[in-house]
């Protein structure tokens, strides 16, 4: 065993004796069915079901400006809502093809800062090394511009947690506070009855990749970026198969195990998105993307989310 896989394993454990369980987020998207840009108003609607049906504090978004075509404001359309509803946020950029500076003009624009501490954090990209839409020099290049610009406010990426725990994504991690590291059992087409323990490896395999290379237990602040599993209707992944019987399976034991680890996570995601495009992996294959929520896109719970 890697002495990272057992560093963090020893670490992982060791909170359930000392501090609280993880806090739970959820990733939500920003237009809505109809594919229209999501406003304030759709917001607070997205928040008044997470908390009435979930112990979920914070939210994670991935574009500022457009990243489906559509011209969304979603910095201060999002921010306000949050802070309306008493919910933190951690705010996405989308750099992919160019886009940067569009999408900071659009975090420039709603003046993040004067939400205060709903602004949990800002992240810039998401697997964007593990799509080789952009370089690691270029992202290195972005977060040091948003740090200086935003020096108070806490600056991250996120990225798939074998880049974080394999050495590539060293030099990133040297110029974040933030490192979300997204893991799916499902997309490594484990069975339902291997997901958890599948899930576990990868967050302390990243967890203690990201230890061993900042020098500290906490110097870098570390987070499940995304975990899911697809409900009914959903593309099944080789052994692994949608549905929302496992969809719940996997939150009851993947999700609430790693939260009483003392982990803080987001799920991926919040409600279905109809209007979301297929993916195509590796294999050229495509993949339905519109079934990943957890509750339906009109906001209604799939299943119990209370740990």
Known sequence: ??????????????????????????????????????????????????????????????????????????????????????????????????????????????????????????????????????????????????????????????????????????????????????GFAYWQYQEISNATKTYFDDMAQALGHVQEVSGSLDKVKFMNGETGWPGTGGTDAGAAKAGDDNMKTYWQSAVCGLLDWGVDLFWFEAFDEPDKPDAIGDNGQKASEQHWGSFTSDRKPKFDMHC
């Open 1 to 182: 065993m890697r002495s990272p896989v057992l560093l963090s394993s020893l670490l992982l454990a060791a909170p359930l004796a000392v501090s609280a369980a993880g806090t739970l987020g959820f990733a939500v998207g920003n237009t809505n069915p109809d594919g229209s840009c999501k406003k304030q108003s759709d917001f607070e609607d997205d928040f008044k079901a997470i908390q009435s049906n979930t112990d979920a504090t914070i939210v994670r978004t991935y574009s500022s400006s457009d990243q489906y075509a559509n011209p969304c404001n979603t910095p201060s359309e999002v921010l306000a809502a949050a802070k309306s509803a008493g919910i933190k946020v951690v705010l996405g950029m989308w750099p992919d093809g160019g886009a940067y500076a569009k999408e900071k003009a659009a975090i420039d624009a709603a003046n993040p800062t004067q939400y205060g501490d709903t602004l949990y954090a800002i992240t810039v990209g998401s697997e964007g090394i593990y799509r080789g839409t952009y370089s690691a020099d270029d992202l290195v290049g972005w977060l040091k511009d948003m740090k200086n610009d935003y020096p108070d406010v806490t600056i991250g990426t996120a990225d798939s947690w074998n880049g974080w725990a394999n050495g590539s994504m060293d030099s990133i991690i040297q110029n974040v506070d933030l490192v979300l590291a997204n």
